[in-house]
């Protein structure tokens, strides 16, 4: 397991480049944490790095957004579903077995549809503004 320590939010963008670093032959990565823990904000930092342009924001209500950058990315939020038959009707098996990255919030949600070879990025809340990244699967 990596751990990675996030003391302020100035130290995110460089947890995420450590994040990619370590994990670069992969593709999928569920981001675990409490509601606020940071998932969405990480995520942003990370698509910054992969030459992202456009705003990444939280697809709550959405579900997915679709990222242009060096690569293709898909951000999904899973926090409204409620079965996996409904991760099946927005097509999850297809981003997954896409070979793009997927950055998925929830992914507790649907733990049974993760590629075994998915890194598993669980956000521990430690302080008011500091995380540990507790890192599996790279």
Same mark, same amino acid.
């Given at each position: 397991?990596?751990?990675?320590?996030?003391?302020?939010?100035?130290?995110?963008? /460089?947890? +995420?480049?450590?994040?990619?670093t370590h994990c !670069?032959?992969?593709?999928? *990565?569920? *981001?675990?944490?409490?509601?606020?823990? %940071? &998932?969405?904000?990480?995520?942003k930092s990370i698509?910054?790095?992969? $030459?992202? &342009?456009? &705003?990444?924001? !939280?697809? !709550?209500?959405?579900? /997915?957004? @679709?990222?242009? $950058?060096?690569?293709? /990315?898909?951000?999904?939020?899973?926090?409204?579903?409620?079965?996996? @038959?409904?991760a099946l009707a927005?097509? #999850?098996?297809?981003?997954?077995?896409? $070979?793009?990255?997927?950055?998925?919030?929830? +992914?507790?949600? #649907?733990?049974?549809?993760?590629?075994?070879? +998915?890194? =598993?990025?669980? =956000?521990?809340?430690? $302080?008011?503004?500091?995380?540990?990244? &507790? #890192?599996? %699967?790279?």
């Open positions: 397991m990596l751990e990675i320590p996030i003391q302020n939010p100035e130290e995110i963008p /460089v947890a +995420a480049s450590t994040l990619l !670069s032959s992969k593709r999928v *990565f569920a *981001f675990l944490g409490e509601m606020g823990s %940071g &998932k969405t904000t990480l995520i698509c910054q790095l992969l $030459g992202v &342009k456009e &705003k990444a924001l !939280s697809p !709550s209500f959405a579900l /997915v957004h @679709e990222y242009h $950058g060096d690569d293709l /990315v898909y951000h999904l939020d899973l926090y409204r579903l409620n079965t996996l @038959e409904e927005i097509g #999850i098996e297809e981003y997954l077995a896409s $070979g793009n990255y997927c950055f998925i919030e929830w +992914a507790e949600r #649907i733990t049974s549809l993760l590629p075994q070879d +998915a890194v =598993i990025v669980h =956000i521990e809340v430690t $302080g008011e503004n500091s995380r540990i990244l &507790k #890192i599996n %699967g790279c």
